[in-house]
């Protein structure tokens, strides 16, 4: 414990707004265009109001009229339910299966509506149309097939299941009591004229249910039910999902209504089957007759959403390019800075197309299944498709190396985080005389004294100075005004996650400024070197564009081709797309080595040097180039390699032929048919794919030690079967089970059973057992999305019901002309909504019940009291609510199961992976042969992980649907931390593919390069895997050491800059020295890359370390400043909530401050500096729910001020130091602006109402320098401060010291830190940094005597220090 003469830490209580994301800087004002005066003079407000007078003048008279009901019609089109509906009905391929599916559907309304057919269907003819617009045969044909295969074997087994619960029940029942049956007769005896209905009334009146049969009945459904449902869970989405779901209505009715019955009626299961397997063989037929489509030819088609994407970001790439050449070069910073915006925002919409194309991927990768059991008649078989696919995921793989080159860009021009700059920041200078080359080592600049040192070179410095500090966790309150509404200590990881890198305390902060003080401004050189890029990378920029459309040309001109021999005269270009290719590759291995240019009198004397200013070129650009040169490398020979297999294939394969698989294929396939399980369906405490990965083991119960027996050993195993009782699937069955037969109890008790049919509560039970989810979230969305679609549903219904029928029983004629007309466009809803699933299959479904069901009603008599029209809509709406509503309700009975924890124990998985994976990485580069080919195995795991990886992402929008009084979900933190983990994946997959590129000399020399070959390195970095991994899991938070920054191990390195590492035991067979011809080669070119990627992977790990877990220090913000300030001499700690105004911090404020008892026993150290920061969300505009009356703000900062030196607080100490800073100004047009993209991604109205003014603000900064005064205390004026450095209280003069209008940028801090600094010089000249003194001593001092520590440590204790 410290003395209590120990010094204590600075803390600051500060208050900034809550967390919204920062906004990137206001771009500058555009460059004027050459030939245009550079200033002029600005018009008057006569000349504008009469300017903007005659544009509105002029707009107006050339204005069109606009009727109104186009300006209806636009304004419906426009909303979101509707705006995906033009560019679906503008394509002709899209109505094609529409048109199949409305065929089917309509062809099996007719045979309802023919007399004669519907009495062979029987009472559920009706059901013909559920299974029509829940199974449309919109697929193609094997594919429908495979469905309705599907449909047949679980009806089949489902009506088998009844079968057997109907002939149990008949064994235990019992003769009727006569005197029962004779009442029932007498009941209904004016029936008797209609035999029929007689005998229906008196047996659904229930005067045969029995208890025992009824037992029987409930426990098979049940069961049956369940254990359907449980299946359809562990394998949906599959060919299997629907076909389950109407095996789980047969089992319902069939069982429900054989209870009503006094004998064995086995029939009950084929009123359901027969429509059943009626419709299946239309929508069969329909599949083979009606716009048939083959597998193949459907994959084809979906080539375009991976080639488009592509073509659009070549031709934006294009564009950017051409724009950048034809530019002069800017010599001014602020033209140098709008240039290099410009950059920044193309490079961001170019980086959007590319990955874009990723989302074309997966419908190729679900559907390249069917291709080896695919009947189709067409040029290519199933075999070449799966290898054009392989071929076009590799182009695709190689985009993602040019996004990230496109992200680099955004993220050093920006400074937004520690990411994709794997070297060090520092000037290029000679370091060695004479003729030799010179090597270039980090920082080493001996000829240069202006450079400053920098962490490279003080290695030991920086360790000790490491190890010396104490560790607080602080929960730093980040100028966080978040529009969200949220307040609380936690911080908005979306806000921080792509802006900031973060630390996870005092410990690692001065690791992070270090790093961060590394990456300095060369907007001029970065630009040129940019310039240099898109110069030599045109030409093959174009050529890659021509090759994928002509890619694209050519698969669909194959898809479309209808002739049995090949017709000469359609040209793909293919043949001249690939020449061109070919020689913009061999033309760009020549052209690349401008780049090189800039650096090469540094390597060569005989090259002329530039002038002073580009002999100060950063490494980064450099390395920045060769990142683009070499996926543009990669990306073209990708293409190329595609395009000349295509090549091979037109020849090859000059006319159309039938394919067709064996028999035993399609047998094979259905085997496995079913899709692999989704990541959060593993068990919560028995996940076995985390078994020994990265230390995590299997699940073991400490008070059990394993037998000496074997014998016993082995019998020990078989009971780990019962721990499947713990699993969530089956415990989802059993609630499954136990809703089914709660909803179906009435059905099963005499009294309520006629209530229960005649009302249709089947359908109560339907939807509560389909609506029951393992996760209550996942039931909530259900129930909003089955509440919607049976609304629409039912309405729909009822109008087309009533248009065909009128107020009668039923027309035939005018119901199958009205659903002639509503099909297709209920099955172009069904097939193209864009939406949930649920609700696209749930609202046509209820349509076609609601018909369906009412002209059953009216031609072959009402059997229940749901007749027809309003009488079935009104019912089947009730029921639906009261059934969904039952499951929401039941999903919340213990036990519960949250998608939440699901969801981070799910992430917890895939950072375990990661590791995994990184280890196979490096384990395949370790190989002692000389060339290595990329491992297979690792490329699969990769690609297996990123895909469910994108499965999660869906999971995370029910997972928000899930009440909790604990507070909300911060869904926010869990998508940046998906979009971490999906670039930690990808920039694996490019470190897997670039190491196996490069020999062995040269693979070694990247691994030393890049530490990846210190064991004590790579231990940092798993354990920092590992910790995030175990503290995800275990909902823990993370050590308070922990080996991060890893950016900052991985600079620790003994080799630097662009020199190679020098091992003696590989001598001659790498350069020993970097040379223009080594800069030049492709090895080193490749080299250089893998540092880069090395760098940005271990930057991402730091943002899961940083981000994810812990609320930290942004970095370059006052508190990283102060801690540098005060490093081994006093320790920071922050004490700040994101939102919090004075009024709210006053209770927090005693819940951190020790008091003094606590102090006087050495439970706490004293405080020697507090800084008091509020009055930025007190000042928001009246009517806001932080806003704090100007009075009542002056009256809290007198009265936190109080709690420190009254001696009647209980927190008093009369050593602390205190000091008030005022709240900054504001921008208050940037930031509505900012605040209204937050709301309108909210879907909030008046998006544009103003939360804060810049009156407010000097108020509010004016009232804390009066509350100064008055308390006789120092203060920092941080709203004259920042007008001042600004020159003025425009937004234009503010603009570089805020983010987005509120929050500070680096510099905006650092005007704040030096006020700071110097009213703590002026006031309290004993805490100013330069006179306090140091706890720890200097490193040289340690390294000439270690025993100084000792000596520190001892005088620290006895409080002399």
């Not at 617009?133 to 295969?149: D, R």
Request: aromatic fraction near 10%.
């Amino acid at each position: 414990m410290p003395s209590q003469d120990t010094p204590a830490p600075i803390i600051r209580i500060s208050q900034l707004p809550p967390s919204a994301p920062p906004s990137p800087h206001p771009s500058q004002p555009p460059t004027p265009e050459p030939g245009t005066p550079a200033l002029t003079t600005p018009p008057s407000h006569d000349e504008r109001e009469s300017r903007s007078k005659h544009v509105r003048l002029q707009f107006e008279e050339e204005k069109p009229r606009v009727s109104t009901w186009r300006r209806w019609y636009e304004r419906v089109i426009s909303h979101h339910w509707f705006s995906w509906v033009p560019g679906k009905a503008s394509l002709w391929p899209n109505w094609k299966p529409v048109i199949r599916c409305a065929l089917a559907a309509w062809i099996g309304l007719v045979i309802q509506l023919i007399r004669a057919s519907e009495a062979v269907l029987g009472y559920a003819a009706f059901f013909v149309l559920v299974v029509a617009f829940m199974i449309p045969p919109s697929q193609p044909i094997v594919q429908s097939l495979e469905v309705f295969v599907n449909l047949f074997f679980f009806a089949s087994l489902a009506w088998a299941w009844s079968c057997l619960g109907i002939f149990i029940a008949g064994a235990v029942r019992v003769p009727t009591d006569p005197a029962t049956i004779a009442a029932a007769e007498e009941k209904w005896a004016y029936l008797q004229s209609n035999p029929t209905s007689y005998q229906m009334r008196i047996i659904y009146e229930g005067t045969y249910i029995q208890a025992k049969p009824s037992i029987v009945c409930a426990v098979f459904l049940s069961v049956g039910t369940g254990v359907f449902l449980w299946y359809k869970l562990r394998t949906q989405p599959s060919p299997a999902t629907f076909p389950l779901v109407l095996s789980c209505i047969l089992i319902d009715v069939s069982l429900t209504t054989a209870a009503f019955y006094p004998d064995a009626r086995y029939t009950t299961g084929l009123l359901f089957f027969l429509p059943m397997a009626v419709q299946a063989g239309l929508g069969m037929l329909a599949a083979l007759l009606v716009f048939p489509e083959s597998v193949g030819h459907s994959f084809q088609a979906k080539f375009s959403g991976v080639l488009g994407p592509l073509e659009s970001a070549m031709k934006a790439t294009d564009a950017l390019f051409v724009d950048a050449g034809g530019r002069s070069a800017a010599s001014d910073p602020d033209s140098c800075f709008a240039r290099l915006d410009e950059w920044t925002d193309k490079s961001k919409e170019i980086r959007q197309q590319l990955l874009a194309s990723l989302a074309g991927i997966p419908p190729l990768r679900a559907q390249q299944r069917y291709l080896s059991v695919d009947i189709s008649f067409s040029r290519l078989s199933g075999h070449d498709l799966r290898e054009l696919f392989d071929l076009l995921a590799t182009v695709q793989a190689r985009s993602g190396g040019m996004a990230f080159f496109f992200d680099v860009i955004v993220n050093n021009a920006k400074h937004t985080h520690l990411d994709s700059s794997a070297f060090s920041v520092h000037v290029v200078s000679q370091s060695r005389p004479g003729s030799r080359p010179a090597s270039i080592r980090g920082g080493d600049a001996d000829d240069d004294d202006e450079i400053p040192p920098t962490p490279d070179q003080e290695d030991n410095h920086d360790r000790l100075s490491i190890t010396a500090k104490r560790l607080h966790l602080g929960l730093f309150n980040r100028r966080s005004g978040s529009p969200f509404g949220h307040r609380g200590s936690h911080v908005s990881l979306l806000e921080h996650l792509r802006k900031i890198q973060q630390p996870v305390g005092v410990y690692e902060s001065q690791r992070y400024m270090d790093v961060e003080r590394a990456f300095a401004d060369d907007a001029p050189h970065t630009l040129e070197q940019l310039d240099l890029l898109a110069e030599c990378s045109l030409p093959l920029v174009r050529a890659c564009q021509t090759a994928l459309t002509a890619a694209d040309k050519w698969i669909m001109t194959v898809k479309s081709d209808r002739h049995f021999y090949r017709h000469k005269d359609v040209p793909c270009g293919l043949d001249d797309a690939t020449s061109e290719l070919q020689s913009a590759l061999d033309d760009f291995h020549v052209r690349r080595l401008e780049v090189v240019k800039a650096y090469s009198h540094i390597f060569d004397p005989n090259y002329p040097a530039p002038d002073d200013e580009r002999r100060k070129a950063h490494f980064r650009g450099l390395f920045q180039n060769f990142v683009a040169q070499y996926h543009l490398i990669e990306f073209g020979m990708a293409v190329l390699k595609l395009l000349r297999h295509m090549e091979d294939l037109d020849r090859s394969r000059p006319s159309r032929r039938f394919w067709y698989p064996k028999p035993w294929t399609f047998l094979k396939h259905l085997h496995g048919s079913h899709q692999e399980r989704h990541i959060t369906d593993g068990e919560d405490d028995n996940d076995n794919d985390l078994d020994d990965v990265l230390g995590e083991v299997k699940k073991r119960n400490p008070e059990y030690a394993p037998f000496d027996s074997a014998a016993l050993n082995v019998l020990s195993r078989f009971m780990t079967v019962f721990d499947i009782l713990e699993s969530r699937s089956l415990m989802y069955a059993v609630k499954a089970g136990i809703l089914g037969a709660l909803t179906t109890l009435p059905n099963f008790i005499a009294s309520s059973a006629a209530f229960y049919y005649y009302n249709r509560g089947v359908w109560v039970t339907i939807m509560a057992q389909l609506t029951l989810a393992v996760f209550s979230g996942d039931t909530t969305s259900a129930w909003l999305g089955r509440l919607v679609a049976s609304f629409w549903g039912c309405l729909l219904g009822m109008i087309v019901w009533y248009i065909g029928s009128g107020s009668g029983k039923g027309n035939p004629y005018g119901l199958g002309a009205a659903c002639a007309v509503a099909f297709p466009l209920a099955m172009f809803f069904r097939i193209h909504f864009p939406g949930q699933v649920l609700t696209a299959v749930m609202t046509p479904v209820t349509l076609g019940l609601v018909i369906g069901y009412s002209y059953l009603n009216g031609t072959l008599g009402a059997l229940t009291d749901a007749q027809w029209g309003w009488d079935v809509a009104w019912r089947r709406f009730v029921c639906v609510v009261i059934g969904i509503t039952a499951a929401w309700i039941f999903s919340y009975l213990p036990p519960s199961y949250s998608a939440k924890r699901a969801i981070r124990h799910s992430y917890a998985q895939v950072i375990a992976a990661s590791g995994s994976v990184f280890c196979d990485v490096l384990s395949n580069a370790n190989d002692h042969h000389n060339h290595i080919k990329e491992s297979f195995d690792t490329r699969q795991k990769l690609l297996t992980w990123r895909t469910k990886l994108n499965k999660l992402s869906v999971r995370h929008a029910n997972a928000a649907y899930e009440f909790s009084l604990r507070g909300r979900w911060p869904e926010e933190r869990y998508r940046a931390l998906l979009d971490t983990l999906q670039d930690t994946l990808s920039l694996l997959t490019q470190l897997n593919h670039v190491l196996a590129q490069l020999d062995r000399p040269w693979r070694k020399a990247l691994l030393d390069r890049t530490r990846l070959s210190d064991h004590a390195f790579l231990g940092d970095v798993l354990a920092v895997l590992s910790m995030c991994s175990t503290a995800l899991r275990s909902s823990t938070s993370l050590p308070q050491i922990t080996p991060s920054p890893l950016v900052a191990r991985f600079r620790e390195g003994k080799f630097k800059g662009l020199d190679l590492p020098n091992d003696p035991s590989d001598s001659g067979e790498i350069p020993s020295l970097v040379t223009v011809e080594v800069l030049e080669s492709e090895n080193y070119m490749r080299y250089a890359l893998g540092i880069t990627t090395t760098f940005s992977l271990l930057s991402r790990l730091d943002r899961i370390v940083g981000d994810s877990l812990t609320e930290a220090w942004s970095a370059g913000s006052l508190a990283q400043r102060m801690a540098e300030a005060y490093s081994r001499k006093l320790d920071v700690v922050n004490r700040g909530f994101g939102g919090y105004n004075s009024e709210w911090a006053i209770p927090v404020f005693r819940q951190f401050i020790a008091t003094k008892e606590h102090r006087e026993k050495g439970m706490a150290q004293r405080i020697k500096l507090m800084t008091i920061w509020f009055g930025t969300n007190d000042s928001v505009l009246e009517g806001e729910s932080q806003h704090v009356p100007l009075d009542k703000y002056k009256a809290n900062l007198s009265h936190l001020v109080s709690l420190v030196r009254s001696p009647m607080s209980p927190y008093q100490d009369p050593q602390t130091r205190i000091v008030l800073i005022t709240c900054p100004p504001v921008m208050e047009k940037a930031w509505t602006a900012h605040l209204a993209k937050v709301r309108t991604e909210r879907g909030e109205s008046d998006v544009n109402k103003p939360s804060r003014s810049k009156e407010n603000a000097r108020l509010y900064a004016q009232a804390c320098k009066d509350v100064a005064e008055q308390e006789k205390l120092p203060v920092v004026d941080a709203y004259g401060e920042v007008i001042r450095a600004a020159g003025g209280d425009s937004e234009d003069q503010l603009a570089r010291f805020f983010t987005d209008g509120l929050h500070f940028t680096a510099e905006g801090y650092e005007v704040l830190f030096q006020a700071l600094v110097k009213t703590i010089a002026d006031s309290y000249p004993e805490l100013d940094q330069v006179n306090v003194q140091r706890r720890m001593p200097e490193w040289s001092d340690v390294a000439t005597d270690q025993h100084v520590i000792n000596i520190a440590l001892d005088k620290r204790n006895r409080g002399e220090l």
